[in-house]
T-cell receptor
């Protein structure tokens, strides 16, 4: 079974402060990890994935297989980062068609 | 066209009604998904279609009946639903089972 854990339902930080949204996963095979974001009144969309190793909107995430984690980080939070963030896992190879989402963390950036 | 379009945006139905949710994409994606999302919960996978064939059914009750008439369309037929089925129903598509592209969802209320 594949499982994604996001321990914080709500994270409040001040503008300019560093942000870290935690994600831990459980999967016996080789996972593909994603972060999806949902801004207010917008559809759920991909923020980044571990395979591409990109930095999107200043966010980065590194897959740590030893700690089974994929935490999302940004050095300086902006007000426009306020949104709902979901960590997601696709299991490879057997569960490649199934994407499992964590419960989500609401990021609130205080001006 | 890089969007997934869902209709209707809102639907109210009685427990004896028959209705359908529709989803359309013209990105040439060969995988399409139905997710259910309750308030303050993550999206939960219901069905996956791959190349127009049902490949995953997450033990969804038979009162939900998916249909994929062609590679661009995905329907979800609803019959004899219960009030607890009220939720946001999200359609998504992907190419090669990578990034999911989500629609805005259809908000269903069952009276």
């Amino acid at each position: 079974a594949q499982r994604v854990t996001q321990p914080e339902k709500l994270l409040s930080v001040f503008k300019g402060a560093p942000v870290e949204l935690k994600c831990n996963y459980s999967y016996s095979g080789s996972p593909e990890l994603f972060w999806y974001v949902q801004y207010s009144r917008q559809r759920l969309q991909l923020l980044l994935r571990h395979i591409s190793r990109e930095s999107i909107k200043g966010f980065t995430a590194d897959l740590n297989k030893g700690e089974t984690s994929f935490h999302l980080k940004k050095p300086f939070a902006q007000e426009e980062d306020s949104a709902m963030y979901y960590c997601a896992l696709r299991g490879l190879p057997g569960g490649y068609q199934k994407v499992t989402f964590g419960i989500g963390t609401k990021l609130q950036v205080i001006p | 066209d890089t969007e997934v379009t869902q209709t209707p945006k809102h639907l109210v139905m009685g427990m004896t009604n028959k209705k359908s949710l529709k989803c359309e994409q013209h990105m040439g994606h060969r995988a399409m998904y139905w997710y259910k999302q309750k308030a303050k919960k993550p999206p939960e996978l219901m069905f996956v279609y791959s190349y127009e064939k049902l490949s995953i059914n997450e033990s969804v009750p038979s009162r939900f009946s998916p249909e994929c008439p062609n590679s661009s369309l995905l329907n979800l037929h609803l019959h004899a639903l219960q009030p607890e089925d009220s939720a946001l129903y999200l359609c998504a598509s992907s190419q090669d089972f990578s990034e999911l592209f989500f629609g805005e969802g259809s908000r269903l209320t069952v009276l």
